[in-house]
C-alpha cells in the first residue's frame, strides 16, 4: 500500500511549488502562503513573472498557455492550474 494519500500528493505539489516561488523571488520558502502574489512578494513583477513561469514550466515538465500564464497571480492559482495539468501527485 503507498504511503502518500492524495491529500499528502497535494501538499507535495505545494511544497514543490513553494520552493520554486521561493528560489526564483529570492525569499524563504516558511513566508509564503496561499495569498503570496505580486502584491506581497516584492521581486514578483513582471519580469519575475516570467522567470516563474520558466521555472515551474522546467520543474514539472509542463506547458502553460497564455492564458494560465495571465491567471496564476497568486501561489495558491499556481497550485491549483499545476493540479488541473498533471494532477495532484506532481
Known sequence: MPNSS???AGADLDARV???LAAVFGVAPGRLDDDSSPDSVAKWDSQGH???MLALEQEFG???SEEQ???MLSLRL???TLQELIGPAA
Do not use: A, C, G
Open 69 to 71: 500564464m495571465y491567471e
Open 18 to 20: 513553494r520552493t520554486v
Open 62 to 64: 509542463v506547458q502553460f
Open 6 to 8: 492524495p491529500s499528502n
Open 50 to 52: 516570467l522567470n516563474l
Open 78 to 80: 499556481v497550485v491549483l
